[in-house]
């Protein structure tokens, strides 16, 4: 297909041919003759006429012609049969021997159209024709030739003949070349503030390239800026799910670019209908500091440092072990950084007291209340999170989200664009959740442990009883598998046992059949901490966890797993790797090719799956 002359203008190509293509391949195959539409022969004679079209001008070889019709095994007269097809095409196109349209030359045959014949030809004549006049800085006339590229689109280009392998290649380009003008054309469109013939012209589009993220940026404008916001959220919601499910990704630069804009223009109507003046915020909603927060120095001093600077991602993750002290870590935090979110710091916890996970209307209900957004709350929950992103966008607020489950709630409730930042514990690393920036707690060093263990029990101990008992509290902390939510769990139920000495304490803890039971004050259970988090697991990685408890309580290698668990060694890696994202097992670097070489399973955790195979497995606790 010839390009445009550099002295053609829009208005030149747009004025020739008024009476329009004599041949059309942008859609069902269409072909006139002396004005009259042209059907003759065969299916198979019909795909001859397309396959020649689609290389006008140029000579198809018959043999390809061949392969094109038959695939697979030609019949023997499959040559015969074609020059028959090219003879009753000739006639039906009409015309003497010399000035037939279909020659033969060179092995092979070639139709022989004029420019402007063919509907695919004045496409493109127009379509550059449009494109050059929107860079020249003339956007309507561009927008005007763009158009009418469009309007020769019939349907599916050659529709009745999408199942054809030898026509697959060009028929992709011609779909793709047909998108691409149409975003030029929905642009212009756009800028000369045309968004409803934008919306009117998206919809079959979209339907048919659901993840094509440009159309669907498009939309998501096209919506806004025809004043439906909502229905715009919508889109960019739907697009981000299908591209998570599908294709494992996030949107792309135009879809969140578009989807900012939206959020962008809610948040600055929210912010000049409640200015700070008249506003207030929530205030400071969280948790008092605990008293005897001990040691976590660096990784505080990183979190702080993460979600106070001015470029600061939305969402921070604290991710670790079930009872590593994420939520310990974030409350102390977020206390430390109150001056540097002026309007207000809140926390929020995203599972009921059982462990389960709440829904987003709950937690959106809360958070309406709590940070006393303006207005009244919408039934719907896209359109309350909606009116939730706006609020964010206009203010400079920490959010802190305890123990979220999974990415469907948080994408709800964390800032998608402006200075407010979102704190979030999280045993998973929620790998999900775009410009996020995810920080691990670990396990405490053991003497930062022991500190702990000393500041929790009562001050009533002399300094020479601390000492004698030094080892003791040692072998306790080391008990817990240093995992702070059981230090403190032993701290506390020591301080009940004032007759107890610590060595005696750390006897019963070393006893699996005692420990967990030892480790429950009042209506605080570790036992239900551990099995919240292994419900949280899909039912064949529960198994396959249940099954390792079976191991020493000492780091396995990928070797034990397999002959424990008796299966293939990539079975086992799908199940470590489960485990590892949720949160349960650890792993450290080996030295061969970077695989992890050791797993570490927290001792509690090994405790309570040796408890469960005595009850007949996890399912008991679902």
Not at 559 to 571: E, I, K, S, W
Request: net charge neutral; proline share 6%.
């Amino acid at each position: 297909m010839s390009a445009v002359g550099a002295t053609e203008t829009v208005e030149s190509v747009a004025s020739r041919s008024p009476l329009g293509p004599v041949f059309g391949v942008l859609g069902p195959l269409m072909v006139h003759g002396h004005g009259h539409p042209v059907r003759s022969g065969s299916a198979k004679q019909w795909l001859v006429l397309a396959l020649l079209l689609c290389e006008a001008n140029a000579v198809v070889s018959a043999e390809w012609l061949i392969g094109a019709v038959w695939p697979g095994k030609a019949p023997r007269n499959a040559r015969k049969s074609l020059q028959v097809y090219v003879s009753n095409l000739r006639t039906a196109l009409g015309g003497d021997e010399d000035r037939c349209r279909i020659r033969f030359g060179a092995s092979g045959y070639r139709i022989d159209v004029a420019p402007y014949e063919l509907d695919a030809t004045r496409f493109e004549h127009l379509a550059q024709a449009g494109a050059e006049a929107i860079r020249d800085g003339r956007t309507k006339a561009g927008a005007d030739a763009l158009g009418q590229a469009l309007d020769l689109w019939r349907g599916p280009a050659l529709r009745e003949f999408q199942h054809v392998g030898a026509l697959h290649v060009t028929l992709r380009r011609l779909t793709q070349r047909r998108l691409s003008v149409f975003e030029q054309w929905a642009q212009a469109q756009l800028a000369l503030g045309e968004a409803q013939a934008v919306l009117d012209g998206l919809e079959p589009l979209v339907a048919d390239h659901p993840a094509r993220e440009l159309l669907r940026a498009l939309q998501i404008t096209a919506l806004h800026r025809c004043g439906r916001p909502a229905e715009a959220l919508s889109v960019y919601d739907e697009i981000r799910q299908h591209l998570a499910r599908e294709f494992g990704m996030d949107p792309g630069t135009a879809v969140r670019a578009a989807h900012g804009e939206v959020i962008a223009a809610a948040g600055a109507a929210t912010v000049a209908a409640h200015p700070r003046g008249v506003f207030s915020g929530p205030g400071v909603i969280l948790p008092n500091d605990l008293p005897d927060f001990t040691g976590r120095a660096e990784e505080a001093r990183r979190t702080l440092q993460t979600i106070t600077r001015s470029d600061a991602p939305g969402r921070v993750v604290l991710t670790g072990h079930v009872g590593v002290g994420k939520t310990a870590l974030a409350i102390h935090t977020a206390h430390r950084a109150r001056a540097a979110f002026p309007d207000g710091c809140v926390m929020v916890r995203l599972r009921d007291g059982r462990g389960s996970p709440r829904t987003a209307a709950s937690v959106l209900g809360e958070l309406w209340r709590t940070a006393r957004v303006p207005g009244a709350q919408p039934a719907d929950v896209e359109a309350t999170a909606a009116l939730w992103q706006a609020h964010l966008a206009g203010r400079r607020l920490l959010l802190v989200l305890d123990d979220a489950r999974d990415e469907a709630v948080v994408r709800r409730l964390a800032p998608e664009v402006g200075s407010s930042v979102a704190l979030i514990t999280s045993r998973s690393r929620l790998a999900a959740l775009e410009s996020t920036a995810r920080l691990t707690v670990p396990l405490p060093p053991r003497e930062e442990a022991a500190e702990t263990f000393d500041r929790i029990v009562d001050a009533d101990l002399s300094a020479a009883d601390r000492a004698a008992d030094r080892a003791a509290i040692l072998r306790i902390v080391e008990s817990v598998g240093r995992l702070p939510m059981g230090v403190r769990a032993a701290a506390e139920r020591l301080n009940t046992l004032h007759h107890l000495p610590p060595a005696v304490f750390a006897d019963r803890l070393q006893d699996c059949s005692k420990c967990l039971d030892q480790l429950t004050v009042g209506d605080t259970s570790i036992r239900s901490r551990l099995d919240a988090a292994i419900r949280d697991l899909p039912h064949p990685a529960r198994r396959a966890l249940l099954d390792l408890g079976a191991l020493p309580m000492e780091p396995f290698t990928l070797a034990d797993v397999v002959g424990t668990l008796g299966r293939g060694a990539d079975v086992a890696d799908e199940h470590l790797e489960t485990l590892i994202e949720h949160g349960i097992l650890t792993a450290s670097a080996g030295e061969v090719a970077r695989r992890p070489a050791r797993f570490d399973l927290p001792r509690l955790m090994h405790v309570r799956l040796r408890e469960l195979v005595q009850l007949r497995g996890p399912d008991v606790i679902s």
